[in-house]
């Protein structure tokens, strides 16, 4: 496991709230065992990836075994806040929130970063924009009807669109693709 002194000086060497976040993700993944599937990073922050920094999210939501993650959490002096899954560090100026082990979107589709720390695993952008319909859909919350906008415009050409349709048919949510489609057609893309 790599050293809470070299995470901190890695860390804090930028001022980016966004590289920030592919850094720990990195020297995350290359502090867990080998052989497993790598750590996922998911949610806004993910998003928050994706759009460059244009959004900004607090926590980090983390697809991993939880166990395993949160022993590599407690060595990087990160606690337990308020919150039942969410970890702190106020040094490194980071939150995790272990989401848990089950990944639910397609290991097929994930994005990984390559960088001089290691690899980052971002949820690929296909299942962020469905989970982002589906919210808005049937949890009624139109800021995440916008995200799905945001992403859809900013990797409309990198977009399984076939994907999207299929997986949008099976959870009830071809009206929302429907609009996000239209959006896009007037012009938005």
Same mark, same amino acid.
């Given at each position: 496991m790599?050293?809470?002194s070299?995470?901190?000086r %890695?860390?804090? #060497?930028t001022?980016?709230?966004t590289?920030?976040?592919? =850094?720990?993700? +990195?020297l995350?993944?290359s502090? @867990?065992?080998?052989?497993?599937r790598m750590?996922?990073l998911a949610g806004g922050?993910?998003?928050?990836?994706?759009?460059?920094?244009a959004l900004?999210?607090?926590?980090?939501d983390?697809?991993?075994d939880?166990?395993?993650?949160?022993e %590599?959490?407690? #060595?990087w002096?990160?606690?337990?806040?308020?919150?039942l =899954?969410?970890? +702190?560090?106020e040094?490194?100026? @980071?939150?995790?929130d272990?989401?848990g082990?089950?990944y639910?979107?397609?290991?097929?589709?994930?994005?990984?970063?390559?960088?001089e720390?290691?690899p980052?695993?971002?949820?690929?952008?296909e299942?962020?924009?469905?989970k982002?319909l589906?919210?808005?859909k049937?949890w009624?919350v139109?800021t995440?009807f916008?995200q799905?906008?945001?992403?859809?415009k900013?990797h409309?050409?990198?977009v399984?669109w076939?994907?999207?349709?299929d997986?949008?048919r099976?959870?009830?949510?071809d009206?929302?693709l429907?609009?996000?489609?239209?959006?896009?057609?007037k012009g938005g893309?």
């Open positions: 790599i050293g809470y070299r995470v901190k %890695v860390i804090l #060497a001022d980016d709230p590289e920030r976040k592919i =850094r720990f993700m +990195a995350l993944t502090s @867990l065992p080998k052989g497993r750590p996922v922050s993910a998003i928050e990836v994706y759009l460059d920094g900004r999210t607090g926590d980090m983390i697809v991993y939880v166990k395993a993650l949160e %590599v959490l407690k #060595a002096r990160f606690s337990l806040g308020g919150g =899954r969410a970890w +702190a560090n040094e490194l100026g @980071l939150a995790v272990i989401v082990e089950d639910s979107g397609s290991y097929e589709r994930v994005t990984t970063i390559t960088t720390y290691g980052a695993t971002i949820m690929g952008v299942d962020l924009i469905l982002r589906g919210s808005a049937f009624n139109p995440d916008e799905a906008f945001l992403l859809a900013a409309y050409d990198n399984d076939n994907y999207v349709q997986e949008c099976k959870a009830d949510a009206d929302y429907a609009k996000l489609k239209g959006m896009l057609a893309k």
